[in-house]
């Protein structure tokens, strides 16, 4: 059976109607955050399904952990697009949609039908996000895209090599497609702003390369910013080997010592404003900056001296920022993130039990809704989608014997 489902009602969003082409990670992050905003977001999924349904741990086939975590809120139907009836249906559902997002390749759309110019036809109010790997007008238009490639295409490697690690490596999260996942949520909102003046809808490409590279770029040019370079690449400060968690006598502790207002307090508090506070390595902001290793290395020996707890409690004293390392298991039971309701505990009706997160901003006006559909099996409303499509019941069942869409009960 079906979970019962009803359309966001809460949200700054709330009317807007996705439809929504993506799986692994960018663009059901992306999504899920539209939906977490009151927008209504129907998953269209192949009858392999998302990828991300078949990655462990689950407690269900088809039901895995990443997908849980970026799919809440949504609505999932099954088409065989390449399938003419499958596709056509995909095509009908757009005419009663406001946004239609996508990270299958632009080439790919245009084969299948579902580009751009095709679906203005049917619906030119339609805003079509395009998220690729490249933007469309380099001579790597055509090139697949996954997290690690664009990390590695883009200089996370890189920095980490900098930083010290033995090797290069990745950032261990999907770095890549969270920022450009950001990227298609602002792309999306923007679109529909420009719309209600216009009246209009237009295609928007989001690639994952060009996001990245403002990412990384922004904090790293340094020199080379200036033509000629005023030096290499490489913000000091974040790629620095001294730039990490600091051992305590009886663990480890985040601290960041940052402008002068901290180093005095800091020094103060340490009883060294005649001694490292004269040092002139640490006296102004350009100083510690042109000595980063040096700094960093200096406070690194003096967190050494005293414990995690009576250091929290000497900074927090000082007004000197500074947080614990924290593990995941450490912020789901974190008092700040249950406090504000970002962590909740949850009930899945397929998947028992589950930690959730809300969406992390909060509004006045508009409050997104507190609570939304949990992530659905594979096909679960695609009886439902056509319905509301305007399929009637004998067409639906003709579209589901002939394999141009399937159901929920057909894969369980």
Same mark, same amino acid.
């Given at each position: 059976?079906?979970?019962?489902?009803?359309?966001?009602?809460?949200? /700054?969003?709330?009317?807007?109607?996705?439809?929504?082409?993506?799986?692994?990670?960018?663009?059901?992050?992306?999504?899920?955050?539209?939906?977490?905003?009151?927008?209504?977001?129907?998953?269209?999924?192949?009858? @392999?399904?998302?990828?991300?349904?078949?990655?462990? /741990?689950?407690?269900? !086939?088809?039901?895995?952990?990443?997908?849980?975590?970026?799919?809440?809120?949504?609505?999932?139907?099954?088409?065989?697009?390449?399938?003419?009836?499958?596709?056509?249906?995909?095509?009908?559902?757009?005419?009663?949609?406001?946004?239609?997002?996508?990270?299958?390749?632009?080439? #790919?759309?245009?084969?299948?039908?579902?580009?751009?110019? &095709?679906?203005?036809?049917?619906?030119?109010?339609?805003?079509?996000?395009?998220?690729?790997?490249?933007?469309?007008?380099?001579?790597?238009?055509?090139?697949?895209?996954?997290?690690?490639?664009?990390?590695?295409?883009?200089?996370?490697?890189?920095? %980490?090599?900098?930083?010290?690690?033995? @090797? !290069?490596?990745?950032?261990?999260?999907?770095?890549?497609?969270?920022? =450009?996942?950001?990227?298609?949520?602002?792309?999306?909102?923007?679109?529909?702003?420009?719309?209600?003046?216009?009246?209009?809808?237009?295609?928007?490409?989001?690639? %994952?390369? @060009?996001?990245?590279?403002?990412?990384?770029?922004?904090?790293?040019?340094?020199?080379? =910013?200036?033509?000629?370079?005023?030096?290499?690449?490489?913000?000091?400060?974040?790629? =620095?080997?001294?730039?990490?968690?600091?051992?305590?006598?009886?663990? %480890?502790?985040?601290?960041?010592?940052?402008?002068?207002?901290?180093?005095?307090?800091?020094? @103060?508090?340490?009883?060294? &404003?005649?001694?490292?506070?004269?040092?002139?390595?640490?006296?102004?902001?350009?100083?510690?900056?042109?000595?980063?290793?040096?700094?960093?290395?200096?406070?690194?020996?003096? +967190?050494?001296?005293?414990?995690?707890?009576?250091?929290?409690?000497? +900074?927090?004293?000082?007004?000197?920022?500074?947080?614990?390392?924290?593990?995941?298991?450490?912020?789901?039971?974190?008092?700040?993130?249950?406090?504000?309701?970002?962590?909740?505990?949850?009930?899945? !009706?397929?998947?028992? !039990?589950?930690?959730? +997160?809300?969406?992390?901003?909060?509004?006045?006006?508009?409050?997104?809704?507190?609570?939304? &559909?949990?992530? /659905?099996?594979?096909?679960?409303?695609?009886?439902?989608?056509?319905?509301?499509?305007?399929?009637? /019941?004998?067409?639906?069942?003709?579209?589901?014997?002939?394999? #141009?869409?399937? =159901?929920?009960?057909? %894969?369980?």
């Amino acid at each position: 059976m079906s979970a019962d489902y009803s359309a966001p009602s809460a949200g /700054p969003l709330a009317g807007v109607k996705i439809l929504d082409l993506t799986s692994v990670v960018m663009g059901p992050f992306a999504t899920q955050i539209l939906a977490q905003l009151g927008a209504e977001v129907i998953k269209l999924e192949t009858p @392999e399904g998302d990828n991300m349904r078949h990655v462990g /741990p689950m407690a269900n !086939p088809g039901m895995g952990h990443i997908f849980l975590n970026a799919n809440a809120g949504k609505r999932s139907i099954v088409l065989d697009l390449k399938n003419p009836d499958g596709c056509e249906a995909a095509l009908k559902i757009a005419e009663g949609c406001d946004v239609f997002v996508s990270n299958v390749r632009p080439q #790919a759309l245009m084969r299948l039908g579902l580009d751009y110019e &095709s679906m203005r036809q049917r619906n030119p109010r339609i805003i079509h996000v395009s998220c690729c790997g490249f933007d469309q007008d380099g001579p790597d238009a055509a090139r697949p895209a996954y997290d690690d490639l664009i990390q590695g295409a883009t200089g996370v490697p890189w920095l %980490m090599k900098q930083y010290g690690v033995p @090797e !290069p490596g990745y950032a261990p999260t999907t770095l890549a497609d969270r920022v =450009t996942g950001l990227h298609t949520v602002y792309a999306v909102t923007a679109a529909l702003y420009a719309r209600s003046q216009s009246g209009l809808g237009q295609s928007v490409v989001v690639p %994952m390369f @060009e996001s990245m590279a403002q990412f990384i770029l922004g904090d790293h040019m340094a020199g080379l =910013t200036f033509e000629p370079p005023l030096g290499k690449a490489g913000y000091a400060r974040l790629i =620095t080997p001294n730039r990490k968690p600091y051992v305590t006598s009886d663990g %480890m502790l985040c601290v960041l010592i940052y402008n002068d207002k901290h180093w005095k307090s800091f020094f @103060e508090a340490i009883g060294e &404003s005649k001694g490292l506070g004269t040092d002139p390595r640490f006296v102004t902001h350009s100083a510690r900056a042109a000595n980063i290793d040096e700094v960093y290395a200096e406070v690194a020996r003096i +967190l050494r001296t005293r414990t995690t707890a009576q250091w929290r409690t000497l +900074l927090d004293a000082a007004d000197v920022p500074n947080m614990p390392m924290n593990s995941p298991e450490d912020l789901l039971v974190n008092p700040q993130l249950r406090a504000t309701g970002f962590v909740s505990n949850t009930l899945h !009706p397929t998947e028992g !039990p589950l930690h959730s +997160l809300a969406h992390p901003t909060k509004w006045s006006g508009t409050p997104p809704a507190q609570s939304f &559909s949990p992530a /659905p099996r594979l096909g679960e409303h695609t009886r439902q989608l056509l319905k509301e499509a305007g399929y009637a /019941p004998e067409i639906i069942e003709s579209l589901i014997q002939q394999g #141009a869409c399937r =159901t929920a009960s057909k %894969m369980d």
